[in-house]
């Protein structure tokens, strides 16, 4: 395959992210007995580093996994949403959007 | 028009900017039946990731809401607040003001 | 004077730090009646958006001072605490101590 | 020694890292009366900027600790997450997976 080296990384950058999450969501699903809903916003208010403090791990188990879950999981989302924001700002939306 | 490139991308970053917060805000008073102010802090909050736990969504339809809006909101301030913070001390005031 | 652009920077950096600091603290103890202590805890939580919940601005005017003040603050800090890592790791400490 | 300047910094920075963590967790488990795995959660969770609210330094003498070491910690980790993040998405695993 000749996929551009830019497609390539978004890529595997969207597929790192997706494999974090989905293992971050289904973990606490299992340890500490919630719902997909209630994980899935567990898991993103801990790697935004939110922490509302509405719903954190709470059993030994969950705070383990959170130990190396979330850094794993901030570091992609921050890089995530860092390269997506300048990318947002520096390359693509604002000459299209002026070119109008 | 010839504006330069830099003002583009500030122009656009701000604008970006107001129509995520403010649809924040205006999602946050509907969805979760918050004042102005409190839907402002609320979502400041949210977006600055300092989620003090004194106001978070707590319905359904604001918690999908958030969901969306506040890791958008987030990425867009940080590269907001980290841009004009490398600006003002490499590029600008540090010159302007050591020249007086 | 000749001073190096670097320690220029530098200056800026910890005057712009300490002024932005030194407002929320003082602002913080006029509007929200806290000691120069719990002032300068809930400051330094705030723009290290830690937020954990233990304090936070609970008036009127504290919290319109806060939205202004804890994001300047917040990317001055951030800004201020990722230089300073990059320059640790990438250019003094690491060369140093591997020579001894 | 003739190990490649990439790998001293790597080095470098799991030191700072560890030497940071180490001593916040050693700290807060004198000052704040803590058991090591709780001191290590509340560690991970300010350094992170996290904050959920569960545990946080509540003596003066374990305050005072943080205000140094939790900005400290938290501007080496993030550094460390953000350097990993994109030296694993622009570097090395998107290259090497690809190649499969
Ligand atoms: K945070
Ligand atoms: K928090």
Redesign the pocket.
Known sequence: LDIPVGYRRLIFLMAATAVLLGTAVIGFMALEDLSFFDSLWMTIISVMT????DMYPVTDEGRKFALFLVPLGAGIVTYALGTSASYLIEKQLSEKVWEK
């Open positions: 939110i922490g509302y403090g």
